[in-house]
């Protein structure tokens, strides 16, 4: 999507000798008066901005990756995302930050992520009595038989790009009803080009080995799917959605539920990715925290400031505007009542 819109790419690439040992894309976007730079994605800006780095490459690397962005064209480079206590992390923190998003509260700057550690059970029903209480796997199971009632029940991942693109674009049409139903906007789910980029990844990959859609159909209709990321150690959840007419029978949990049992078998964890959502606390083992950095480059850079101050000073005078109306509002009713009232008597 940036280079549809032709803006600037840059990839640093630091190397160690002649081996390629880390590499980082960004987009280069102009914001008001400021060059910002943040990490290439797939256009949601929900994925994990952090570098690839080879295993085994020792802390050396992280000076010379902070180098490299200070060369990057801008004033500004913004890395959300950022869990707290990594690598990462301190070595950010070794820059010029925005001081005005530090000011911010700390559940303001970022948000919880959430992740099930399935590597660290032996066997799937080992992690089912020891996570899961038995409230729950006593619920899950009799949905699952009345889903049974009503149809053959198949789960399973799309493995040809044809079949990966209709289940892409039931996702999305699904999430953009969901978001509509809470007046919810989401760029995002609103452009056409998503379906187009993963159908097109789709086509790249051997979805044999690196499948990126799973299903849980009812006689062949899907009922509950998700856009996923399989990775060598993490099968992390993009973007999961189910068919509300079915929500009676908890097929997102289902859905999920067998998500895991594949991922146990290959021996991998599973990455809910950050931004809290109420059935991320049933089943996560593991919890964090993330937050964005804003790395001053220049000082020009440091407009970022006023633009926060002025964004903060709108957001105080909204919320001191609704506590004033709702503070008004029983008064006034109660005075309204009261030369009612007086209207009413015979004079």
Excluded at 244 to 251: I, K, L, Q, T
Aim: hydrophobic letters at 40%; one cysteine or more.
């Amino acid at each position: 999507m940036a280079f549809e819109q032709r803006l600037p790419v840059r990839v640093l690439l630091i190397r160690e000798g002649r081996e390629l040992v880390a590499l980082w894309p960004f987009v280069i976007e102009r914001r008001a008066l400021l060059r910002v730079a943040r990490r290439l994605t797939c256009g949601a800006r929900e994925e994990y901005g952090q570098p690839l780095v080879k295993q085994g490459v020792g802390d050396d690397i992280w000076p010379a990756i902070m180098t490299a962005l200070k060369r990057l064209d801008a004033d500004l480079v913004e890395v959300s995302r950022v869990a707290n206590g990594t690598r990462l992390q301190a070595a950010l923190d070794t820059a010029p930050q925005s001081r005005a998003h530090r000011l911010l509260p700390s559940s303001k700057r970022g948000h919880p992520g959430y992740a099930i550690g399935l590597r660290g059970f032996a066997s799937f029903v080992e992690f089912e009595n020891e996570s899961l209480s038995s409230r729950f796997r006593q619920v899950l199971r009799k949905c699952r038989r009345r889903l049974e009632q009503l149809g053959r029940v198949e789960s399973g991942w799309c493995d040809t790009p044809e079949e990966t693109r209709r289940m892409i674009s039931w996702i999305i049409e699904q999430k953009r009803a969901w978001a509509a139903a809470r007046s919810i906007e989401n760029e995002y789910l609103e452009d056409d080009r998503i379906v187009a980029f993963f159908s097109g990844l789709a086509q790249r990959l051997d979805l044999s080995k690196t499948p990126l859609v799973a299903f849980l159909t009812v006689d062949g209709v899907p009922v509950a799917a998700s856009l996923n990321m399989v990775g060598g150690q993490t099968l992390e959840g993009c973007v999961t959605t189910y068919d509300p007419a079915f929500g009676e029978y908890s097929v997102g949990s289902l859905h999920l539920y067998e998500l895991l049992k594949w991922a146990h078998a290959r021996g991998l964890d599973f990455d809910f990715r950050p931004v809290h959502v109420d059935y991320k606390e049933r089943w996560a083992t593991h919890r964090t925290w993330h937050e964005t950095r804003e790395l001053v480059v220049t000082a020009r850079g440091r407009l970022v400031d006023v633009a926060h101050l002025h964004s903060y000073a709108q957001r105080g005078a909204r919320k001191l505007l609704r506590e004033t109306v709702r503070r008004i509002r029983p008064a006034a009713k109660a005075a309204n009542a009261a030369n009612a009232a007086k209207v009413a008597q015979p004079g």
